[in-house]
């Protein structure tokens, strides 16, 4: 115990309790379902993942200041619809352009949304209910001469075929360009929570508000960011998005953002502030949509039986980051009291004796 | 003598109806500790919130070595080597250690480098003589153990001025000791300390010098060596008792409300008190003496976990504000806006509030008519200024407001009214009027606890008066023993007077 409270912190060893669950699921389903250990399993659970990933990288930022976007879902749904029409009518966009495209109108909406949350000072929660209607709307009006849809077939060639693409091959195991990604994402995601300062001080801000207006640092322009990096992840998103599917209607994206709630709440990201990581949020969407493909694949499991199972998996992992981390949490406040202890009694001893 | 780190020239400051400050000048050297004192409301906060950026003077003038400087934020504050640490520890409970003191640093690269920035914060902690596991997460540290990341955090920003605003009031004796400890070894490298206190005993123990301030003035500022106690207190209370606060003499009858030993852990202790009907029991304390919380406990809002309430000779146990509104026990709170008044709601509305199962019909619906009659009655008899009643309360002067909130519970008809600090934030005409009221409910018979920052107030209304410091009940003086002296001698906690109240 003393040895663990030493390496992993209670967020580690969250985060190992969902890649448990993860294997649990895996080996459970694998025995319950034939022909589940395929590659075609492993692509269409991974690909299912990339999207959300990314979303919910987006709500992860967010959700550690204390905030949510919930106009993520619309915000895909336009990038993609966007990139959709463009390329319609566009084919020498290439792939690299259309994804900044995306990703340029992805972070112009979480500007707008960044400026009403950090300078207008409204509600994170009304005020991206608002936008989100607002970017659906736009989805509709843009979509109007398109007759509100996008189909794959007036796509250029590269975009039908993009889902497809393969970065490698290990046997039956075919890892996707879209995958990569989506991974990439997460190890930056990462890499900047981890070692930029902006990074720690999204913690300090969903941690104590009122101690980070005191503490000298710009706390709405740090908000501000988050939401305009959330708008360009979920642009990426969009990106995603159009490629996986081609034909897209006006609904397109709806309750991603949900998902990506989902994803982040099974991965330890408390949204309440504070706490939470990246890898975290990966380990969840992964949870979430290993289970849901699985749920699928078993006949014994209606529709809506799934989306029970998955709402139950929610609650439960708000339920155990309310008691068991805080349990886990005394347990190393203890640990490192005992540590503080130590240290004292050592210092004392290496002093003379006055 | 060297010259003054920052300095203070002529400040002053209003907040609508009050002076928080008028024409507080002070001075603070470097190698100095500096304690800052007086009763609630003197404007020890407002003077700190200057020096931090948080408010701006309405006028004066602060120098920082000499120049002239003009502080917006906490963050320009900083950057002047002025740093404030308060009562709440400013920490970030999901952040470690080492990450809480190089939080707002910007000259530390553009990464984060966690080995250099571990052993950088062991070293910071070293030198104050603290030791402490750095790669820990703030949120199972002590009070105390907050306090000196906050300490540690200040000192990596070079900070000059060190504002310390009641640091001592959740600490045990042990860890004000090391706090002190802490504090003096600052002094002696040369950084100048603020120290607002609220125990005298400890501001004579660290201070250099002590300046007290009353009613937004500043009343003296002498070193420690040519004041004593006594010349304190006197300069902290020091008013006269207005002659307006007439109190006219009721019957006392039997005892309604008595308390045995009412304990809450960590908040009070041992508190005991009769109250007879037609009196007034005033409750006189500093910030954090929890006066507040016995009300509360007798309101069933946080229940007590020890202790004996007996109610017209009857042993009660209260768990809820419904049952103590049954028992008869009303509470008029001193946050009107949080959890007193509805303020979008009319007046009428907000007056039968508690009472509203009285005013509905056969149908279960509110007869609007019934409601308007008694809030009519109300406003004439406490004299509101408003034209209608069905006038929102938010449209109200603070005055009126909390006639309002009175109106609400006088409704209840108590046998025990609560009022806790009635006159707070309104002005003298309007207190004069709450002043006749809680004349007008004594001679009606009702027991009134008046709960009250106001030192002249609570001497003026009170038969009898209950002195709190810490949770701890200091004494019961009757209206001919207490002076303002003897109160606020208990009330900081200073031992001699429990002696003098002896012998």
Same mark, same amino acid.
């Given at each position: 115990?003393?040895?663990?409270?030493?390496?992993?912190?209670?967020?580690?060893?969250?985060?190992?309790?969902?890649?448990?669950?993860?294997?649990?699921?895996?080996?459970?389903?694998?025995?319950?379902?034939?022909?589940?250990?395929?590659?075609?399993?492993?692509?269409?659970?991974?690909?299912?993942?990339?999207?959300?990933?990314?979303?919910?990288?987006?709500?992860?930022?967010?959700?550690?200041?204390?905030?949510?976007?919930?106009?993520?879902?619309?915000?895909? +749904?336009?990038?993609?619809?966007?990139?959709?029409?463009?390329? #319609?009518?566009?084919?020498?966009?290439?792939?690299?352009?259309?994804? !900044?495209?995306?990703?340029?109108?992805?972070?112009?909406?979480?500007?707008?949304?960044?400026?009403?949350?950090?300078?207008?000072?409204?509600?994170?929660?009304?005020?991206?209910?608002?936008?989100?209607?607002?970017?659906?709307?736009?989805?509709?009006?843009? #979509?109007?001469?398109? +007759?509100?849809?996008?189909?794959?077939?007036?796509?250029?060639?590269?975009?039908?075929?993009?889902?497809?693409?393969?970065?490698?091959?290990?046997?039956?195991?075919?890892? *996707?360009?879209?995958?990569?990604?989506?991974?990439?994402?997460?190890?930056?995601?990462?890499?900047?929570?981890?070692?930029?300062?902006?990074?720690? =001080?999204?913690?300090?801000?969903?941690?104590?508000?009122?101690?980070?207006?005191?503490?000298?640092?710009?706390?709405?322009?740090?908000?501000?960011?988050? %939401?305009?990096?959330?708008?360009?992840?979920?642009?990426?998103?969009?990106?995603?998005?159009?490629?996986?599917?081609?034909?897209? /209607?006006?609904?397109?994206?709806?309750?991603?953002?949900?998902?990506?709630?989902?994803?982040?709440?099974?991965?330890?990201?408390?949204?309440?502030? +504070?706490?939470?990581?990246?890898?975290?949020?990966?380990?969840?969407?992964? !949870?979430?949509?290993?289970?849901?493909?699985?749920?699928?694949?078993?006949?014994?499991?209606?529709?809506?039986? $799934?989306?029970?199972?998955?709402?139950?998996?929610?609650?439960?992992?708000?339920?155990?980051?309310?008691?068991?981390?805080? $349990?886990?949490?005394?347990?190393?406040?203890?640990?490192?009291?005992?540590?503080?202890?130590?240290?004292?009694?050592?210092?004392? $001893?290496?002093?003379?004796?006055? | /003598?060297?010259?003054?780190?920052?300095?203070?020239?002529?400040?002053?400051?209003?907040?609508?109806?009050?002076?928080?400050?008028?024409?507080?000048?002070?001075?603070? %050297?470097?190698?100095?500790?500096?304690?800052?004192?007086?009763?609630?409301?003197?404007?020890?906060?407002?003077?700190?919130?200057?020096?931090?950026?948080?408010?701006?003077?309405?006028?004066?003038?602060? $120098?920082?070595?000499?120049?002239?400087?003009?502080?917006?934020?906490?963050?320009?504050?900083?950057?002047?080597?002025?740093?404030?640490?308060?009562?709440?520890?400013?920490?970030?409970?999901?952040?470690?250690?080492?990450?809480?003191?190089?939080?707002? @640093? *910007?000259?530390?690269?553009?990464?984060?480098?966690?080995?250099?920035?571990?052993?950088?914060?062991?070293?910071?902690?070293?030198?104050? +003589?603290?030791?402490?596991?750095?790669?820990?997460?703030?949120?199972?540290?002590?009070?105390?153990?907050?306090?000196?990341?906050?300490?540690?955090?200040?000192?990596?920003?070079?900070?000059?001025?060190?504002?310390?605003?009641?640091?001592?009031?959740?600490?045990?004796?042990?860890?004000?000791?090391?706090?002190?400890?802490?504090?003096?070894?600052?002094?002696? =490298?040369?950084?100048?300390?603020?120290?607002?206190?609220?125990? !005298?005993?400890?501001?004579?123990?660290?201070?250099?010098?002590?300046?007290?301030?009353?009613?937004?003035?500043?009343?003296?500022?002498?070193?420690?060596?040519?004041?004593?106690?006594?010349?304190?207190?006197?300069?902290?209370?020091?008013?006269?008792?207005?002659?307006?606060?007439?109190?006219?003499?009721?019957? @006392?009858?039997?005892?309604?409300? #008595?308390?045995?030993?009412?304990?809450?852990?960590?908040?009070?202790?041992?508190?005991?008190?009769?109250?007879?009907?037609?009196?007034? !029991?005033?409750?006189?304390?500093?910030?954090?003496?929890?006066?507040?919380?016995?009300?509360?406990?007798?309101?069933?809002?946080?229940?007590?976990?020890?202790?004996?309430?007996?109610?017209?000779?009857? #042993?009660?146990?209260?768990?809820?504000?419904?049952?103590?509104?049954?028992?008869?026990?009303?509470?008029?709170?001193?946050?009107?806006?949080?959890?007193?008044?509805?303020?979008?709601?009319?007046?009428?509305?907000?007056?039968?509030?508690?009472?509203?199962?009285?005013?509905?019909?056969?149908?279960?619906?509110?007869?609007?008519?019934?409601?308007?009659?008694?809030?009519?009655?109300?406003?004439?008899?406490?004299?509101?200024?408003?034209?209608?009643?069905?006038?929102?309360?938010?449209?109200?002067?603070?005055?009126?407001?909390?006639?309002?909130?009175?109106?609400?519970?006088?409704?209840?008809?108590?046998?025990?009214?609560?009022?806790?600090?009635?006159?707070?934030?309104?002005?003298?005409?309007?207190?004069?009027?709450?002043? @006749?009221?809680?004349?007008?409910?004594?001679?009606?018979?009702?027991?009134?606890?008046?709960?009250?920052?106001?030192?002249?107030?609570?001497?003026?209304?009170?038969?009898?008066?209950?002195?709190?410091?810490?949770?701890?009940?200091?004494?019961?003086?009757?209206?001919?023993?207490?002076?303002?002296?003897?109160?606020?001698?208990?009330?900081?906690?200073?031992?001699?007077?429990?002696?003098?109240?002896?012998?």
């Amino acid at each position: 115990m003393k040895f663990i409270t030493r390496i992993l912190r209670p967020e580690q060893v969250r985060e190992l309790v969902t890649l448990f669950l993860i294997v649990i699921i895996v080996l459970g389903f694998g025995t319950l379902l034939t022909d589940y250990y395929t590659g075609r399993t492993f692509v269409r659970v991974s690909t299912s993942i990339a999207i959300i990933a990314v979303v919910a990288m987006a709500q992860t930022l967010v959700a550690i200041t204390r905030n949510i976007d919930l106009s993520l879902g619309a915000i895909v +749904g336009f990038c993609a619809f966007f990139l959709g029409v463009q390329l #319609s009518y566009h084919h020498e966009i290439g792939p690299v352009p259309a994804a !900044l495209i995306a990703i340029a109108i992805g972070t112009a909406m979480g500007m707008i949304n960044g400026l009403i949350i950090a300078y207008g000072r409204v509600p994170a929660i009304i005020t991206t209910i608002g936008t989100m209607a607002i970017y659906r709307t736009a989805i509709v009006l843009y #979509s109007a001469p398109e +007759g509100g849809i996008v189909s794959a077939h007036r796509l250029p060639m590269w975009a039908r075929q993009f889902a497809s693409w393969s970065i490698f091959k290990v046997g039956d195991l075919d890892f *996707r360009v879209m995958v990569g990604i989506a991974i990439a994402v997460v190890i930056l995601i990462q890499l900047m929570l981890t070692y930029l300062p902006y990074g720690r =001080r999204l913690y300090a801000i969903g941690s104590n508000p009122e101690a980070a207006r005191i503490a000298g640092f710009p706390a709405q322009r740090i908000v501000f960011l988050a %939401y305009l990096i959330g708008g360009a992840l979920a642009g990426l998103g969009g990106y995603l998005f159009l490629l996986q599917y081609g034909n897209l /209607m006006v609904l397109a994206g709806e309750g991603l953002e949900f998902d990506a709630v989902a994803a982040a709440v099974v991965g330890g990201v408390n949204i309440f502030g +504070g706490t939470g990581t990246a890898i975290g949020a990966f380990l969840g969407a992964t !949870l979430i949509g290993t289970l849901d493909y699985s749920l699928r694949r078993w006949p014994a499991i209606s529709e809506f039986w $799934r989306n029970a199972i998955l709402g139950l998996l929610i609650l439960l992992a708000v339920a155990t980051d309310s008691a068991i981390m805080a $349990r886990l949490r005394l347990i190393w406040a203890r640990a490192a009291a005992a540590r503080t202890t130590e240290m004292a009694e050592a210092k004392a $001893r290496s002093m003379p004796q006055a | /003598m060297t010259e003054p780190i920052l300095e203070l020239l002529h400040i002053s400051k209003r907040f609508d109806m009050t002076q928080a400050l008028d024409d507080v000048s002070l001075a603070i %050297y470097p190698g100095e500790i500096h304690a800052l004192v007086g009763e609630n409301g003197a404007g020890k906060s407002t003077l700190i919130k200057i020096a931090t950026g948080v408010h701006q003077p309405d006028t004066g003038e602060i $120098r920082v070595q000499g120049r002239p400087v003009v502080i917006h934020n906490s963050q320009e504050a900083q950057a002047l080597g002025i740093a404030a640490i308060y009562q709440e520890p400013m920490i970030f409970p999901d952040l470690n250690v080492a990450e809480n003191i190089f939080i707002s @640093h *910007r000259s530390r690269g553009p990464f984060v480098r966690w080995n250099q920035m571990y052993k950088d914060a062991e070293e910071i902690l070293a030198k104050l +003589g603290v030791v402490m596991d750095v790669r820990q997460s703030a949120q199972g540290l002590t009070v105390a153990q907050q306090q000196t990341v906050e300490i540690a955090r200040a000192i990596s920003l070079d900070v000059r001025v060190l504002i310390m605003d009641e640091p001592t009031s959740a600490l045990s004796l042990h860890e004000v000791q090391q706090l002190f400890k802490l504090v003096r070894s600052l002094r002696d =490298r040369g950084i100048a300390v603020l120290f607002i206190g609220h125990r !005298l005993e400890e501001v004579f123990e660290i201070a250099d010098r002590i300046t007290v301030l009353r009613d937004g003035k500043l009343i003296s500022s002498r070193p420690r060596s040519e004041v004593t106690v006594e010349q304190v207190i006197r300069d902290m209370v020091g008013r006269e008792v207005e002659e307006f606060f007439a109190k006219s003499s009721v019957q @006392h009858g039997e005892v309604v409300l #008595s308390v045995r030993g009412l304990t809450k852990q960590n908040v009070f202790y041992d508190v005991n008190f009769d109250l007879r009907r037609g009196e007034v !029991l005033g409750f006189a304390g500093l910030v954090g003496s929890h006066r507040t919380d016995v009300a509360l406990a007798l309101f069933g809002i946080e229940p007590a976990d020890a202790g004996e309430i007996t109610i017209d000779g009857k #042993s009660v146990r209260i768990r809820s504000p419904q049952q103590a509104m049954e028992l008869g026990i009303a509470y008029v709170t001193e946050d009107r806006r949080k959890y007193g008044l509805v303020m979008p709601m009319p007046i009428c509305a907000n007056i039968t509030l508690p009472t509203l199962p009285q005013f509905l019909n056969g149908l279960g619906l509110i007869q609007r008519q019934k409601e308007i009659e008694v809030a009519e009655q109300f406003r004439q008899r406490l004299n509101i200024m408003t034209p209608s009643v069905l006038n929102t309360v938010e449209r109200l002067s603070g005055g009126n407001q909390q006639k309002v909130l009175l109106c609400k519970w006088l409704n209840v008809q108590p046998k025990v009214l609560i009022l806790d600090e009635p006159t707070r934030g309104i002005d003298v005409g309007a207190k004069v009027e709450v002043h @006749h009221m809680i004349n007008d409910l004594a001679a009606q018979g009702i027991g009134i606890i008046l709960i009250s920052s106001d030192l002249p107030e609570v001497l003026a209304m009170s038969d009898r008066i209950l002195v709190m410091h810490e949770g701890r009940q200091m004494g019961i003086y009757t209206r001919e023993e207490a002076t303002q002296e003897k109160i606020m001698a208990a009330a900081m906690g200073h031992p001699e007077a429990i002696l003098e109240r002896q012998a």
